[in-house]
Each structure stands twice: as structure tokens, then as C-alpha cells.
């Protein structure tokens, strides 16, 4: 990556503030992502990551801050104002979120659909089939229904959805939950050669030591309501924070850095 593109920031949250009545989410939560790195973000369960990426994506109106993607401020725009903004991104929510009544083409049709009406049905035809073949789906996948695929299946799907419009940034949240670990490495290793291949900027939620490991550039860690560091594993693992202790030298994540190792020495 060359350094001046590298210090591009593509998303940049300053002083955010999120609530839901007493409860407070995130305050003063401060965080770039920078132009063509996967940026994993983990925390806690319930320490708002989701709620951060609907931030960052318009969906959650915060109390206070300002969140800009791409240069531009996403928080209170109307939809038809951030038209332009909202097709530079794609997005896979948690669960792959898919359309249950409609083919997995009829899926990835619907963005396109949207921000394109009037499209040619065999050109949008041929975008369906061409990004589900990317995401490493059959072919005869696309007619197929939601209910007619495997968890892994469905991910990819979602994935094939999220970059229907050729996305320069990818949302994913929570990619492998739910995923068999062989299921997870092959969904990890597909994020990260769409990552080079498309020159994406990727903001990956995760649980997943081994996403981590394997596939983030740099790693945001949410805890005490906003991000107490942001770094490279080794970077983190320098830290005192007893949280980022616990996980990154925890059992778990000293298999995942075992893991990691084993099939470095692999390739
Ligand atoms: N629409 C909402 N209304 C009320 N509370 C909400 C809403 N959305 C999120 N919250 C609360 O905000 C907190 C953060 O939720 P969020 O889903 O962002 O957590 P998370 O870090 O993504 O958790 P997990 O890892 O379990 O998915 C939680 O306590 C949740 O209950």
C-alpha cells in the first residue's frame, strides 16, 4: 500500500455519543479507518459495535459527534441526499439478513435496483450471476432460495448483496458467526482476497480471534463506551488494558495465535 493512500482516512468518528433513554452507549468514542485496510472491531458483548457501524452508515442518530465517510457527514442526512455516499459502501449484517421470498440473484438485484431503476432485467441478470461466482458460490446458486443454502451459503450471499454495487467499503458485521471453523477460514481468506483484488476498505466486527489474526490490518478494541485502543495485534497485546489481556492472551486467543502460525508456515 503506499503510504499517502494509506493515511487516507475513509471514516472518521469524533466525539461520538450514542444512547437508548438512560443507558449510554458510547461517549467520546473516537476511531479512523484508513483507505484499503481491514480494520477488525471487537469488545464485549453489548459494548455497541453494531450500534457504531449504524452510526457510521446513518442508521443510528447519536446524541452528540460527528461521524464522515468519505469526507462527507452521514449523521441526519435524508436518504435521497446521502444517495451518493450510501452506493460507495456495501454492507453484510449480521445473519446475512437476505431477503427469505426472494432468489439469491432477485437479492443482489435489490441494490441495484435501487440506486439504478430502469436497468436492463438481463444486464441486472448478469450482475447477479457474475458477483455470485465471486463470492465462490455455485452458479446454479442464484435461483435458489435462502432456506435452500447452508450457513455458509448464506453468508456469501449476503456478501454477494454487499458488493452488488462495487463497493470501495465494506461493512461486515459479525461475517463467521454461526460459521464451522473450516466454514469460518474460507469465509476469512474469501474477505481478504476480495480486499486486495477489489482495493477495498473493510470495517469487520468480529468475535473471531482467528479473523483477527488471520485477515485484520489493524484491530479497534470498544470497551469502558468507546475505543480504548486501535493497533496491531502486537501493538494491542503491548497494552496493560486488562480486557485486551484477557482476550488476546487468553486461551483462546493464544490457539488462535498458534493457528495463525501453523498455517503461515503452511504457505
Ligand atoms: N434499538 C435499540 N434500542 C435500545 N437499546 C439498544 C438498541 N440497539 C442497541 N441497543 C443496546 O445498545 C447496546 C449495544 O448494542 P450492540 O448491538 O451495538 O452491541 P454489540 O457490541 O454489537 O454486541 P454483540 O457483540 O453482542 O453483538 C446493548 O446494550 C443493546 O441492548
Known amino acids: 500500500m503506499a503510504r499517502r493512500e494509506q493515511d487516507e482516512v475513509i471514516i472518521r468518528v469524533r466525539d461520538l455519543k450514542n444512547g437508548f433513554g438512560e443507558q449510554i452507549v458510547h461517549d467520546g468514542l ?12 471487537v469488545g464485549g458483548s453489548g459494548t455497541g459495535k453494531s450500534v457504531l457501524m449504524r452510526s457510521i452508515i446513518g442508521l443510528q442518530t447519536p446524541i452528540e459527534g460527528s461521524v464522515e465517510v468519505f469526507g462527507e457527514n452521514t449523521i441526519g442526512r435524508e436518504e435521497t441526499d446521502a444517495i451518493n455516499i450510501r452506493k460507495r459502501w456495501g454492507i453484510l449484517f449480521q445473519g446475512g439478513a437476505l431477503f427469505s421470498t426472494l432468489t439469491v440473484a432477485e437479492n443482489v438485484q435489490v441494490p441495484i435496483k435501487e440506486f439504478y431503476p430502469g436497468l436492463d432485467q438481463a444486464l441486472l441478470d448478469e450482475i447477479a450471476a ?17 432456506a435452500e ?22 461493512f461486515l458485521d459479525e461475517p463467521t458467526a454461526g460459521l464451522d471453523p473450516i ?19 473493510v470495517f469487520l466486527i468480529t468475535h473471531d480471534l482467528d479473523t483477527l489474526y488471520a485477515i485484520c490490518d489493524r484491530v479497534a478494541v470498544l470497551a469502558d463506551k468507546r475505543v480504548i485502543a486501535v493497533g496491531t495485534i502486537d501493538e494491542l497485546l503491548a497494552l ?28
Not at 165 to 170: S, V
Not at 184 to 195: G, I, K, R, V
Not at 245 to 263: I, L
Open 183 to 201: 466454514g469460518a477460514a474460507a469465509f476469512d481468506e474469501l474477505t481478504a482476497s476480495l480486499q486486495k483484488t477489489l482495493g477495498l476498505t
Open 130 to 146: 457474475y458477483k455470485v461466482v465471486m463470492t465462490g458460490l455455485p452458479p446454479d446458486a442464484g435461483p435458489k432460495y435462502p
Open 240 to 267: 496493560d488494558h486488562p480486557w485486551i489481556q484477557e482476550y488476546f492472551n487468553g486461551p483462546r486467543g493464544r490457539a488462535a495465535v498458534a493457528s495463525a502460525e501453523k498455517a503461515q508456515a503452511g504457505t
Open 149 to 170: 443454502l447452508s450457513g455458509g451459503m448464506k453468508k456469501r450471499a449476503g456478501l454477494a448483496r454487499a458488493l452488488a454495487l462495487d463497493p470501495e467499503l465494506l
Open 30 to 41: 473516537e476511531l479512523d479507518v484508513r483507505r484499503g485496510e481491514i480494520l477488525g472491531v
